[in-house]
């Protein structure tokens, strides 16, 4: 048997980790700026987070969600603490598309209605819901498509309010800031205008926080630089830091009843004991101020830089715009340079680096772009 092709790859693999640098079985040293599209939020082999995981796999890997597991209570205390949503509720599950699924089905459970308004450029990932709510046609398989979901322009506030005036929506998802689009952050102005007309209209508000969130924006979830709260917001990615573990953050006007949702992996002992150790991390590092601190460093200095187009993003979520190919690009920062980025579109490089990027290693990134651009 053989893997089914479904990814372009990089002739190198990375066998060990440290930090904020991978290495190929060659011990060849690379920065890692992507962190596996923003998974690695603490860094690879933080010796805090490995000494969590290793203690609970010795002890207690999983067991079913028929009884008690004190660590997603503990999982759930942190969080909402940590996230400034300590009234909220938390259903855990395995992965972001999945969060998304079942943040989509509350709000219909909820308001007892079945359309959606997302946004054009949008993606909420892979299973059939989350896939109908993402507007990118070549993931979309006729199986997705649905007259359930509407998209409008990121930023149209006219638009989202002559759709839910129309009193048939459950539910507007948006993302914190756009990812695989290439980086585009809804502004503070429009988040609230949109918390205004969800409110208006009795539509739950779905703030996709899973590329965005934990943190990357500089705040712990993108969208509360605009001050505002969601009514659910679905998290993924740097959660457990590799641990594949996605979280639906829920509003204490969501009434909860026993089978509406389920899961078998979601929330098992090992994924809670990596999870809470990552915030743990973040916590006891200062890893949100760093990620807005290195972070704004970072887009000043590549404003600087008159070969690029355009420069996008908040904290470690940047998008690069140049006139030009940004695969070429990335190629040459690999192969010559020995730095991992990301891509989104065909002229914008993506960096998502770890949290616990240092301006030092922001220097080496910048002083490569320099000279390859």
């Known amino acids: 048997m053989k893997m089914f092709d479904v990814y372009p790859l990089y002739d190198i693999e990375p066998v060990r980790g440290c930090g904020n640098y991978v290495y190929d079985k060659d011990g060849v040293e690379y920065l890692d700026l992507y962190g596996g599209h923003a998974v690695i939020s603490?860094?690879?082999?933080?010796?805090?987070?490995?000494?969590?995981?290793?203690?609970?796999v010795a002890q207690l890997g999983?067991?079913?969600?028929s009884v008690q597991n004190s660590l997603q209570s503990a999982l759930a205390e942190k969080l909402g603490r940590v996230s400034g949503y300590t009234d909220y509720s938390l259903f855990l599950c395995n992965s972001g598309a999945e969060a998304n699924e079942n943040a989509i089905k509350l709000a219909s459970f909820h308001t007892g209605k079945s359309?959606?308004?997302?946004?054009?450029?949008?993606?909420?990932?892979?299973?059939?819901?989350?896939?109908?709510?993402?507007?990118n046609p070549k993931i979309v398989a006729p199986f997705n498509r649905t007259e359930n979901v509407e998209f409008v322009a990121l930023g149209d506030?006219?638009?989202?309010e002559a759709k839910l005036a129309t009193g048939?929506?459950?539910?507007?998802?948006?993302?914190g800031i756009q990812g695989v689009a290439g980086i585009h952050c809804p502004t503070d102005e429009f988040f609230v205008a949109l918390r205004e007309l969800t409110k208006?209209?009795?539509?739950?508000?779905?703030?996709?926080?899973?590329?965005?969130?934990?943190?990357?924006?500089?705040?712990?979830?993108?969208?509360?630089?605009?001050?505002?709260?969601?009514?659910?917001i679905t998290v993924a990615k740097g959660i457990a830091n590799g641990f594949p573990m996605g979280g639906v953050l829920i509003a204490p006007h969501i009434e909860a009843k026993h089978g509406m949702l389920g899961t078998t992996f979601g929330g098992n002992h090992l994924a809670c004991a990596a999870a809470i150790a990552v915030l743990e991390v973040i916590e006891n590092?200062?890893?949100?101020?760093?990620?807005?601190?290195?972070?704004?460093?970072?887009?000043?200095?590549?404003?600087?830089?008159?070969q690029i187009v355009e420069v996008r993003g908040r904290g470690l979520m940047i998008g690069i715009e140049i006139d030009g190919s940004a695969s070429e690009m990335r190629k040459k920062l690999l192969f010559e340079h020995h730095i991992f980025t990301g891509g989104a579109g065909a002229?914008?490089?993506?960096?998502?680096?770890?949290?616990?990027?240092?301006?030092?290693?922001?220097?080496?990134?910048l002083a490569s772009f320099k000279q390859l651009i």
């Open 285 to 306: 590092e200062n890893l949100v101020k760093n990620a807005h601190e290195v972070g704004e460093y970072l887009i000043a200095e590549l404003k600087k830089i008159p």
């Open 115 to 135: 359309k959606l308004l997302a946004f054009k450029a949008a993606f909420h990932g892979r299973t059939s819901g989350a896939v109908a709510a993402t507007d």
């Open 62 to 65: 999983f067991y079913s969600n």
């Open 157 to 160: 506030t006219q638009a989202v």
């Open 168 to 175: 048939e929506f459950c539910a507007v998802i948006i993302e």
């Open 42 to 56: 603490i860094g690879h082999c933080h010796p805090h987070y490995v000494k969590a995981v290793q203690s609970q």
């Open 200 to 232: 208006k209209y009795g539509v739950v508000l779905i703030a996709d926080e899973i590329q965005s969130g934990y943190g990357r924006s500089g705040d712990f979830f993108a969208h509360q630089h605009s001050k505002i709260q969601a009514d659910v």
């Open 347 to 365: 002229t914008t490089v993506r960096l998502l680096p770890a949290l616990t990027i240092t301006k030092q290693q922001a220097d080496i990134f």
